[in-house]
């Protein structure tokens, strides 16, 4: 194992988990991962005048939920140990480090979003809690809530589970919230006024269809990206836009050959259009005043804008497999063919790594069992050890991308080669790979991608057999279950899943009520409805035939992949005597996070793999 000093300034090089514009588009505010203990809050004029502000300091995992409508300050949240059960803050600009307590700690529910009202005495976000009854509930509703007073008034109370998004127009007068009332694979959006006096359905495309939706800066329209334009089910996305007060929809792009992945709106109303190709970033503006649709250059790595700041220069997130994600400045146009970046956030001023010493992504393809050409993310070790690790995202609905992991590039500094997998069902190729995961549901395909991708590494001379293992988190976590109980040595010799389901009947009943219309959508029903594909999708019906080495890693705080999943599934593994190992985090939920603890998990998870590989 090398030196822990490279693993120390790997968990130490700041990256940037999330950012939001101001209103007023002076300010960024972000979610700096690894800049403190843990995930905090920060902001940065979008000018550089000044460096990186520093608005929370706590041991917890701290979230950005929105800016005031002012932009004086921002609504943060934060849990205890991931519990995901978190509690809302201000944070004004002028008092940095002041957590102002908007709802209560410890929560005895989820909350979803957090707006505050222009007058800065009303929040309005969505809770799974009937505050009258004193009781959690399924679904998540709407409230209203009072700071001064502490009362909350249910102001849309859907009545099935969703893992709602919602968000209050800058007028204060709306708030846009999603449902999915009519199928698990669809989603649809409703207005309600703050008063809770009317709440419509205004976006509905199909029962089965997703759309989802965000507010121009003057309150009146919204943004739309469908899966559909009201003519049936499509193999793409389309981009539009609602107009409130009339009720009506134009659409900006509706071309099959665009894959559109998301869409916003910048401060100043211009539309920031996000379509990926092949796990990379492409993305262009539409100006509000014209309509006419600009790329932004290519640049290596992947450029994410945020929006234009209110001196007209363009901000944006910039990354690639070998630096961190960090907020830039487009000095020059956009319209320029190499503009110059400037790093508002600084990051290489903050550490002795170099960015000579990551090891940079290569586009790695192969064919699956049935043909279809799958993508992923070669490292390469040198020389050449002939032993891999496959990495597995999780979702199953996300993409890996040229990004820099320090965990993929602490494999590679012990010598492991690294593939980061796109399977089927990955974003980033287009709504047919996306949606062909549920031809098959969970623990179909998708895997034999993954267990592809070892015999290709094979084949190309950079495993040999019995040196090639999986690790991944949450779905990752499944996959490295899956693969483990249903290949050989000879294909995958050792599995570390990561807070990866293993009964997905048990997942299905223990994680939190909003994700269970994933489990719905994804594997084609509730367990009482297909209880035969629920047990043959899940890997603790297949302990008995793990051949290979195994490694089990929970947090025990998980509200998502509970620990019931591992409970369950080490009495499997002592009755038909398969040896394994463990490793729980009492302080981690959903995920390794903190990095103490990813230090620690590293560093078990390269002796593992180097002694199963021995």
Not at 79 to 90: A, G, I, P, T
Not at 430 to 453: F, H, M, P, T, V
Request: net charge negative.
């Amino acid at each position: 194992m090398i030196q822990d000093n490279f693993l120390h300034q790997l968990l130490n090089l700041p990256t940037v988990a999330h950012a939001k514009m101001s209103p007023d588009g002076r300010w960024v505010a972000f979610v700096w991962y690894r800049r403190h203990e843990n995930a905090d809050v920060f902001v940065v004029p979008c000018d550089g005048s000044q460096p990186p502000i520093t608005l929370t300091h706590t041991p917890e995992f701290t979230w950005l939920s929105s800016w005031v409508p002012d932009s004086s300050g921002v609504i943060v949240e934060e849990d205890h140990d991931s519990d995901e059960r978190v509690r809302l803050f201000r944070v004004n600009l002028d008092n940095p480090g002041h957590m102002q307590p908007l709802t209560e700690d410890r929560p005895p529910y989820f909350i979803r979003g957090g707006d505050l009202h222009p007058d800065g005495k009303t929040l309005f976000y969505g809770a799974n809690y009937d505050f009258e009854a004193g009781q959690e509930i399924e679904p998540t509703w709407i409230f209203r809530h009072d700071l001064k007073s502490g009362k909350r008034f249910a102001i849309a109370c859907p009545e099935k589970a969703i893992f709602m998004l919602t968000s209050l127009n800058l007028p204060g007068s709306h708030v846009l919230y999603s449902r999915k009332d009519l199928h698990p694979s669809g989603q649809q959006f409703h207005l309600v006024d703050i008063s809770g006096e009317e709440d419509k359905e205004i976006l509905n495309f199909g029962e089965d269809v997703k759309v989802t939706a965000c507010w121009f800066p003057d309150g009146e329209r919204i943004l739309v990206l469908s899966e559909s334009t009201g003519r049936g089910k499509q193999d793409y996305q389309s981009l539009g836009i609602y107009n409130r007060l009339s009720g009506k929809m134009s659409w900006l792009i509706d071309d099959p050959d665009r894959t559109l992945e998301n869409a916003w709106v910048s401060p100043d109303g211009m539309v920031i259009v996000d379509e990926i190709w092949g796990a990379k970033h492409t993305p262009s503006y539409i100006d509000p005043q014209s309509w006419r649709e600009q790329r932004f250059p290519s640049l290596p790595g992947n450029l994410l804008p945020l929006g234009r700041s209110d001196e007209g220069t363009w901000v944006a997130m910039h990354y690639s497999s070998n630096s961190p994600v960090e907020l830039v400045r487009l000095k020059s146009s956009p319209s320029e063919s190499t503009p110059t970046l400037e790093s508002l956030t600084r990051v290489w001023e903050q550490t002795e790594i170099k960015s000579s010493q990551l090891v940079v992504a290569e586009d790695f393809r192969w064919s699956s069992v049935d043909g279809l050409e799958i993508q992923g993310w070669l490292y390469r070790a040198d020389p050449n050890p002939k032993r891999v690790v496959i990495y597995v995202h999780g979702g199953p609905t996300f993409h890996s991308e040229e990004k820099l992991n320090p965990q993929i590039q602490y494999f590679i500094a012990n010598d492991f080669n690294v593939l980061d997998v796109n399977y089927r069902g990955s974003t980033g190729f287009g709504l047919n790979y996306r949606e062909s995961i549920k031809e098959d549901g969970w623990g179909g395909r998708e895997q034999a991608d993954i267990a592809a991708g070892a015999q290709a590494l094979i084949d190309e001379g950079l495993a040999e057999i019995g040196r090639v293992g999986v690790t991944g988190t949450s779905y990752g976590g499944y996959s490295a279950w899956h693969l483990i109980t249903h290949y050989p040595p000879n294909v995958i010799a050792a599995a570390a899943p990561v807070c990866g389901m293993t009964d997905l009947v048990v997942d299905y009943e223990t994680t939190r009520p909003d994700l269970r219309p994933l489990s719905e959508e994804m594997i084609g029903g509730r367990p009482d409805q297909i209880p035969d594909k629920y047990y043959q999708r899940s890997p603790i019906n297949f302990v008995q035939d793990i051949q290979g080495r195994l490694f089990i890693v929970q947090g025990a705080n998980d509200p998502n992949v509970t620990p019931e999943n591992v409970r369950q599934v080490r009495e499997r593994l002592v009755e038909y005597q398969v040896p394994y190992e463990l490793l729980v985090f009492p302080d981690e939920g959903h995920g390794i996070i903190r990095r103490e603890n990813q230090a620690r998990l590293y560093q078990h998870l390269v002796d593992f793999f180097e002694r199963a590989f021995a």
